[in-house]
């Protein structure tokens, strides 16, 4: 057996092991085999994390920086990610199993969200207040939080950590990145860029473990003021719960069940590319995969035949080379759990197009391109989560039924709509309940762009100039201007 690779944690700017010894494997989904060791954080080193962010954030050099100071860091920081891209796009393809010229692209790309963040730093104003009152000058300032506690998921964690640790730090916050025990070792590698940035100890903290004691203790510690979540609902429950303990502020990115919706109008071959990209790049594994299209029923067939003449084309396989279409998903658990709901969803009335089983031939966690033609959209797998390459389809007849089926879901993260009809794109965009829709597009995103959803899909935004105020709180002053002393409240006896 391989020697596995050797990962630790950064707290205060040190890299440590877990205080106990403890530790778990990480494994390369495309072969199934362990690749590497990664620490098990105890609820010691969770705290000792938190208070190098503390003493960071109130003592260290950190907390007399200039907004500007701070904003050259995070684009150092951005031009490191660029420098990096490769071999962290290697490292985060062999332990997730995403596609390298994805992951590569992707490290490339998201430099800029550090670049978009850093000119942002400097940028966070308050205002003069026309008050009411005679004599009196009053203006607000935003502050910072103190500690924020940043938990994201495997499957985008480059992206999600950038928007969480870009706006924190832009504000003049301190974070403690926890990262998923999935696939933990391209943000532990990622952490080596932070000194070199510039970024002063203690101010970037990466920790990894489980939910409990790991996660529990850090989004409940009583020096934790913020904590953004990338996840699932199960999860966010527990935070939400564990919150309760410092009254930290809250954010929630919870994935969805997307619709695309595709009218009789629409141009068919860019909706059929765009649906592709929608639901089997990534394997499927994206918050905001279109795994609900919705058909109109004069061009259903149509659609579905071109559809699944791509799906049945794909070349799945090895992630690491360039002639791979589609990879492998990350865990036994997610294969397990999208083979349950195909079998469930034929059980009731489904037809399998195309795909809904394991490929032969290949080791590792694979699973063919799917498409599940629904008799309904009632049936369970169409508002079933199952983060893989499986979209259900579902037929309408009218615009309004559209909307309703689109809307009939626990979730709102995201949306598509194609269409060549722009006074229905408008109608139809602001109708569906989506924190998120594209129009005669899918799946892009933008450092300018602010993204996040609705209902179960969570609250609360990032991304986008917003994203640093949230980071942030307005203080009030106010100040007398009047060179005449104040009056007395109560008069002499």
């Known amino acids: 057996m391989a020697e596995l690779t050797q990962f630790k944690m950064l707290i205060d700017g040190k890299w440590v092991g877990a205080s106990d010894g403890g530790s778990f494997t990480s494994f390369n989904p495309a072969t199934g085999q362990d690749w590497a060791e990664i620490p098990e954080a105890t609820a ?121 640790i870009g706006p924190a730090l832009a ?43 790991c996660g529990k203790v850090l989004t409940s510690h009583k020096k934790v003021a913020r904590v953004s979540f990338t996840g699932g609902p199960i999860s966010a429950r527990h935070v939400i719960q564990n919150t309760a303990e410092n009254f930290a502020e809250v954010s929630l990115e919870l994935g969805g069940k997307s619709p695309f919706i595709v009218f009789d109008d629409a141009d068919i071959e860019s909706a059929v590319n765009g649906s592709v990209g929608g639901i089997f790049a990534a394997t499927g594994q994206s918050c905001v995969a279109g795994s609900r299209l919705l058909l109109h029923e004069d061009i259903a067939d149509e659609f579905i035949d071109k559809l699944t003449a791509v799906a049945k084309s794909v070349k799945i396989g090895d992630p690491m080379l360039d002639e791979t279409e589609m990879g492998p998903l990350c865990t036994q658990a997610q294969q397990d759990h999208i083979k349950r709901e195909v079998a469930h969803a034929v059980s009731e009335g489904a037809t399998i197009r195309a795909g809904g089983k394991v490929p032969e031939g290949l080791d590792g966690i694979f699973f063919e391109p799917t498409i599940v033609d629904c008799p309904s959209h009632d049936l369970r797998i169409v508002d079933t989560e199952l983060f893989g390459p499986v979209v259900s389809v579902v037929r309408f007849k009218t615009e309004e039924e559209a909307v309703r089926l689109a809307n009939d879901t626990e979730h709102g993260l995201a949306a598509g709509i194609f269409t060549r009809d722009s006074a229905r794109s408008l109608r139809v965009s602001k109708a569906v309940k989506a924190g998120i829709v594209w129009v005669n597009t899918y799946r892009v995103i933008s450092p300018v762009a602010e993204f996040g959803g609705m209902k179960n899909s969570g609250y609360g935004r990032e991304s986008g100039y917003q994203a640093v105020y949230d980071y942030t709180r307005p203080k009030t002053v106010w100040m007398n201007t009047s060179s005449d002393p104040l009056p007395s409240q109560f008069t002499p006896r």
């Not at 391209?186 to 970024?199: C, D, S, V, Y």
Request: aromatic share 8%; net charge negative.
């Open 44 to 164: 010691e080193d969770v705290n000792a994390a938190v208070e190098a962010a503390d003493r960071a954030f109130n003592e260290g050099p950190w907390a007399t920086m200039t907004p500007t100071q701070r904003g050259h860091c995070l684009r150092r920081l951005g031009d490191l990610l660029a420098e990096n891209s490769e071999a962290l796009g290697a490292m985060e393809t062999r332990d997730t199993g995403k596609m390298l010229k994805e992951t590569r692209w992707q490290a490339t790309y998201i430099a800029e969200f550090f670049q978009f963040f850093a000119g942002a730093a400097d940028k966070i104003m308050g205002k003069t207040l026309p008050i009411d009152k005679p004599d009196l000058f009053v203006f607000t300032h935003r502050e910072p939080l103190g500690v924020i506690a940043a938990v994201v998921p495997w499957n985008s964690q480059l992206f999600l950590s950038a928007v969480k």
């Open 171 to 213: 504000a003049g916050n301190t974070i403690v990145l926890k990262t998923s025990e999935h696939a933990a070792a391209p943000i532990l590698e990622f952490g080596k860029l932070i000194a070199k940035a510039g970024i002063p100890d203690g101010v970037v903290n990466i920790i990894s473990g489980h939910g409990d004691p």
